[in-house]
C-alpha cells in the first residue's frame, strides 16, 4: 500500500499524535518513519484520495498538533509516496535541506497577504499621473474614430497599470517584511496584485498583523487587504 505523507519532523520532536488520525474512510492510523535525525508522519494512503472536507481537515489537524510542539515541515495535503522505505530514502537524501529548513521555520507561522486595488481607482490615477494618457484621451475626444490613437491608448493604459502594480508590490513587502523572518510571492492574480506569504515569529505575530493594517489605513478605502493566518509554513517548505 502507498504512502500518505503529513509532515517532516525533527528526531527529537515529541510526535504527540494521540487521539488524532489521518484521512481516509475509516480514518487510517497515524505512524512514523525515522532515519538519523529526522522523522516523517506518515499513514496509510487510501485508495481513492480526495479533497474532501473531512480529510482536508484530517490533515490540517496534524500539522496543527505538531507545530504546536515543535518545527515541523507540513506537506500539502495529497502527497503520496510508493512505501515507507522510498519515503525513508528521500529523508536520507534530503536530509540537510529538511534539517535546515526546519530550523528556519521553528518558532514560526505563515501569513499570506491579498490586496487588491478598485479599478476605477487606479485608472482616475494613471490619468492623473500620465500627461501621455490625457493627451491620448483628447486627440480621441476631438476625433472618435482615430483608431491609431484608441489602440496606443489602450496599451499605454495597460503598461502603465503594471507598472504601477510593481511599484505598489515592491513598496507593500518592503515595509512589511521588516516584521517577517522571510517572504515568498506567488503570481498575482487577475483580481489581486499582491499575493504573498510572509514567515513570522509567533512572539512578532501581533506586531506584523498590526502593521499590515497600518499599512491599510494609509493606503485607504480603495484598497481591500485580505490577511490569512496563522498557518502551517506550507510556502516556506
Not at 516584521?179 to 505575530?205: D, I
Amino acid at each position: 500500500m502507498t504512502t500518505y505523507v503529513y509532515a517532516i519532523t525533527g528526531a527529537d520532536h515529541p510526535l504527540r499524535l494521540s487521539g488524532i488520525t489521518g484521512v481516509g474512510n475509516p480514518a487510517a492510523h497515524l505512524r512514523t518513519v525515522r532515519t538519523k535525525g529526522l522523522c516523517a508522519v506518515v499513514s496509510d494512503a487510501p485508495a481513492e484520495l480526495r479533497a474532501k472536507r473531512r480529510d482536508v481537515a484530517a490533515h490540517q489537524d496534524v500539522q496543527e498538533r505538531l507545530l504546536a510542539d515543535g518545527a515541523a515541515l507540513p506537506l500539502r495535503f495529497g502527497l503520496v509516496g510508493p512505501d515507507d522505505d522510498q519515503v525513508a530514502a528521500v529523508l536520507e537524501e534530503h536530509h540537510d535541506a529538511y534539517t535546515q529548513r526546519l530550523k528556519e521555520v521553528d518558532g514560526c507561522r505563515e501569513y499570506h497577504l491579498k490586496v487588491v486595488r478598485d479599478e476605477d481607482d487606479l485608472l482616475r490615477e494613471v490619468m492623473r499621473e500620465s500627461a501621455e494618457v490625457r493627451r491620448l484621451k483628447e486627440a480621441i475626444r476631438q476625433h472618435p474614430g482615430a483608431y491609431d490613437e484608441k489602440v496606443a491608448l489602450g496599451e499605454l493604459i495597460s503598461q502603465e497599470v503594471r507598472a504601477w502594480e510593481e511599484r505598489a508590490r515592491n513598496d507593500i513587502v518592503s515595509r512589511l517584511s521588516s516584521a517577517a523572518v522571510r517572504t515568498t510571492g506567488g503570481e498575482p492574480s487577475k483580481r489581486h496584485f499582491l499575493n504573498v506569504s510572509f514567515l513570522v515569529e509567533r512572539e512578532k505575530a501581533a506586531a506584523f498583523a498590526e502593521a499590515v493594517h497600518q499599512e491599510a489605513r494609509i493606503r485607504g478605502e480603495s484598497y481591500d487587504f485580505g490577511l490569512l493566518g496563522p498557518l502551517p509554513p506550507y510556502s516556506f517548505v
